[in-house]
């Protein structure tokens, strides 16, 4: 009797233990973001419950991309679009309809006060909220809370990965502030090739000049190019940086005619 009632036992425990197995072996749910950092937020918070497709990968640029029929056969099969907004992805709406796509758009920078900006006399929104921060708490949130609303088994986790993501970002921002202070007020100045720094240089107290506008599509006028050498020269700045995205060659041309540097990277 005791060895049959033993029997039983294993073989109930082998059968819980064969369903827990069973969920947990389930399938990360499948999503979609616009371009790396975004995904890598994604990937943050949604840790080993999401499956993140990334459009525009490190080196890319997110102004001008162009989708591949790759990426509309992964488009629809995602259950969630997470997209940067104002105006980042103008590429976007095509891909969505290309692709079918049923699933739900996120907007990671809902909530982000933008800033706006005059380019070639028109009021244009600077879409790079992410480079503040403070900003990048309220796209944590947005994730957390898009990902519960889909996968509500995961709210656990999901809250727990954001908590501990914000925390890492907090910390960051304290050394940025830090480190920053540690300059004079004259030397918080950077030469760079797109206007894309607006959010960090408003949020930590640094000017950022550039020849193009918001996006990498734009042209730098003649005038506007001149001006800043002006200024490179009067001011005595020792040092232009590159971005990863762009076209070197504008500010190879600056440094020359300046006798400035090319200092380093910007991502």
Do not use: C
């Not at 997209?83 to 976007?92: A, D, H, P, R, V």
């Not at 007020?185 to 193009?212: Q, S």
């Amino acid at each position: 009797m005791h060895r049959r009632l033993l029997l039983i036992a294993a073989a109930a425990l082998t059968a819980t233990l064969g369903a827990s197995a069973g969920a947990q072996a389930a399938d990360p749910m499948k999503v979609s973001a616009s371009f790396s950092i975004l995904g890598d937020m994604v990937k943050e918070v949604g840790g080993d419950r999401v499956q993140v497709f990334t459009f525009v990968g490190p080196n890319g640029d997110a102004h001008v991309y162009e989708p591949m029929p790759a990426d509309a056969k992964e488009l629809s099969e995602s259950k969630i679009l997470f997209i940067n907004g104002l105006g980042l992805e103008g590429w976007m709406t095509r891909l969505e309809k290309s692709s079918g796509f049923k699933g739900t758009v996120v907007t990671a920078s809902m909530d982000v006060a933008p800033r706006e900006m005059v380019e070639d006399e028109k009021t244009v929104t600077d879409p790079h909220a992410w480079q503040s921060l403070a900003n990048g708490k309220i796209y944590v949130a947005n994730i957390r809370d898009a990902l519960i609303a889909a996968d509500p088994e995961g709210k656990a986790t999901y809250e727990a990965n954001a908590k501990e993501f914000l925390g890492r970002i907090a910390a960051m921002e304290t050394t940025v502030k830090e480190a920053i202070a540690k300059l004079p007020p004259e030397r918080r100045k950077i030469i760079t090739t797109h206007d894309a720094f607006g959010y960090f240089g408003a949020a930590y107290g640094m000017e950022f000049i550039a020849p193009e506008g918001v996006s990498t599509e734009s042209e730098a006028p003649a005038k506007d190019v001149a001006k800043i050498i002006r200024q490179i020269k009067a001011e005595k700045v020792p040092a232009v940086f590159l971005e990863n995205v762009t076209d070197s060659r504008l500010l190879d041309q600056i440094a020359k005619e300046t006798g400035a540097k090319i200092g380093g990277t910007l991502f």
